[in-house]
């Protein structure tokens, strides 16, 4: 009977390689023991066959980013910044995916959720392992333009959308002009900056209108798009915020 050993051993012992060659190749989804892809290294291996994909990269595990359509019935794990949130897993890929990210375990670990929505908020989240990404939404965070759809109800005072747009106060201080229109009969969306929790809400009761459901639509330049409820994608190379 064989003794097992650890599949990164195994692995550069019969390739051969370096055993952080080996880690490499297993970390990064190219190394299957029976046909089913393995990535962790200290995986146990003794008669099994190990395979090892033919288009396999010697390359570290790039940190990603990843764009979640948050369900209204959802409650973001923001008090555990580092765990990850139950509904981003490799079942709930969007099928739009045109990424071509090679999806991996180490893909769902270690996410930091950036630019919360206050409760009863559905729409675009972003969850990163990107240092960078983290820092870019926390310091233009009252720079960089979001947009919200709100679902509204009750009649519009005679100047409420020019108030909407400039001239309300919140907390007591006046609120930065930002842009606001009718999407449809029911439907108004904001574009604004340095949004706080609560802000939408108490422009529109001023006006005479209450807000019966909010969705984030876009952060900066990325938008969510056909992505749907409960569903996430990679965020591409070239995207930025």
Same mark, same amino acid.
């Given at each position: 009977?064989?003794?097992?050993?650890? %599949?990164? @051993?195994?692995?550069?012992? *019969?390739?051969?390689?370096?055993?952080?060659?080996?880690?490499?190749?297993?970390?990064?989804? +190219?190394? *299957?023991?029976?046909?089913?892809?393995?990535?962790?290294?200290? /995986? #146990?291996?003794?008669?099994?066959?190990? =395979?090892?994909?033919? &288009?396999?990269?010697? =390359?570290?595990? =790039?940190?990603?980013? %990843?764009?979640?359509?948050?369900? /209204?019935?959802? =409650?973001?794990?923001?008090?555990?910044?580092?765990?990850?949130?139950?509904?981003?897993?490799?079942?709930?890929?969007?099928?739009? &995916?045109?990424?071509?990210?090679?999806?991996?375990?180490?893909?769902?670990?270690?996410?930091?959720?950036?630019?919360?929505?206050?409760?009863?908020? !559905? !729409?675009?989240?972003? /969850?990163?392992? &990107? +240092?960078?990404?983290?820092?870019?939404? @926390?310091?233009?965070?009252?720079?960089?333009?979001?947009?919200?759809?709100?679902?509204?109800? !009750?009649?519009?005072?005679?100047?409420?959308?020019?108030?909407? $747009?400039?001239?309300?106060?919140?907390?007591? @201080?006046?609120?930065?002009?930002?842009?606001?229109?009718?999407? $449809?009969?029911?439907? %108004?969306?904001?574009? %604004? @900056?340095?949004?706080?929790?609560?802000?939408?809400?108490?422009?529109?009761?001023?006006?005479?209108?209450?807000?019966?459901?909010?969705?984030?639509?876009?952060?900066?330049?990325? *938008? #969510?798009?056909?992505?749907?409820? !409960?569903? +996430?994608?990679?965020?591409?190379?070239?995207?930025?915020?």
């Amino acid at each position: 009977m064989t003794v097992p050993v650890r %599949l990164a @051993k195994y692995l550069a012992s *019969s390739l051969p390689c370096s055993r952080r060659e080996a880690e490499l190749y297993i970390e990064g989804g +190219w190394v *299957s023991v029976e046909g089913l892809v393995v990535e962790e290294p200290q /995986f #146990m291996v003794s008669q099994q066959q190990v =395979t090892l994909h033919p &288009d396999a990269q010697l =390359t570290p595990v =790039t940190p990603v980013t %990843l764009l979640f359509n948050q369900p /209204f019935d959802y =409650t973001p794990a923001d008090t555990a910044p580092l765990t990850n949130p139950v509904q981003i897993n490799a079942a709930t890929q969007s099928p739009d &995916d045109c990424s071509g990210i090679h999806l991996l375990k180490r893909h769902f670990v270690k996410l930091t959720p950036c630019t919360p929505l206050e409760r009863n908020t !559905g !729409g675009l989240r972003v /969850f990163t392992q &990107d +240092w960078r990404v983290e820092r870019k939404l @926390k310091e233009d965070a009252q720079t960089m333009e979001q947009e919200y759809v709100a679902e509204v109800a !009750g009649e519009l005072s005679p100047e409420g959308l020019k108030l909407l $747009n400039h001239g309300l106060k919140f907390n007591g @201080k006046p609120l930065a002009p930002c842009k606001v229109s009718w999407q $449809n009969e029911t439907r %108004l969306r904001f574009a %604004l @900056k340095g949004v706080m929790p609560g802000q939408i809400a108490h422009a529109c009761q001023a006006v005479g209108l209450q807000v019966l459901s909010l969705k984030r639509l876009r952060i900066g330049r990325i *938008s #969510m798009g056909k992505l749907q409820p !409960g569903q +996430w994608r990679y965020l591409m190379p070239h995207e930025r915020f």
